[in-house]
């Protein structure tokens, strides 16, 4: 089991920026994929940012171009950046570590950072 733990979340300002951080207990390079999700009140959870062991990276198309997902290997750690941010970018945002294993995705999950964007 992977533990995943998400932080930088908070309160920001209409067009301002945040970075999130999501650090896991071991090499990133024992994993095929880390990615962002975010669930915003009832609204069904939607993945925001991939990046995958080859450091290829997709991107959901409401946040290209404002959201750029990076990786520290050395520290095991995964960001997002995220840049103009508005107010529909309110959620709870979650960062998964990933292995594909025997023809099936397994997920680990962290417990979420809340990201609030309002004046």
């Known amino acids: 089991q992977v533990q995943v733990v998400e932080s930088g979340g908070g309160l920001v300002q209409p067009g301002g920026s945040l970075r999130l951080s999501c650090a896991v207990s071991?090499?990133?390079?024992?994993?095929?994929?880390m990615g962002w999700h975010r669930q915003a009140p009832g609204k069904e959870r939607e993945l925001v940012a991939r990046?995958?062991?080859?450091?290829?990276?997709n991107y959901a198309d409401s946040v290209k171009g404002r959201f750029t997902i990076s990786r520290d290997n050395a520290k095991n750690t995964v960001y997002l950046q995220m840049n103009s941010l508005k107010p529909e970018d309110t959620a709870v945002y979650y960062c998964?570590?990933?292995?594909?294993?025997?023809?099936?995705?397994?997920?680990?999950w962290g417990q979420g950072t809340q990201v609030t964007v309002s004046s």
């Open positions: 998964t570590a990933s292995r594909y294993v025997l023809g099936r995705w397994n997920d680990n």
């Open positions: 990046i995958n062991s080859g450091g290829s990276t």
């Open positions: 071991e090499s990133i390079f024992r994993l095929n994929a």
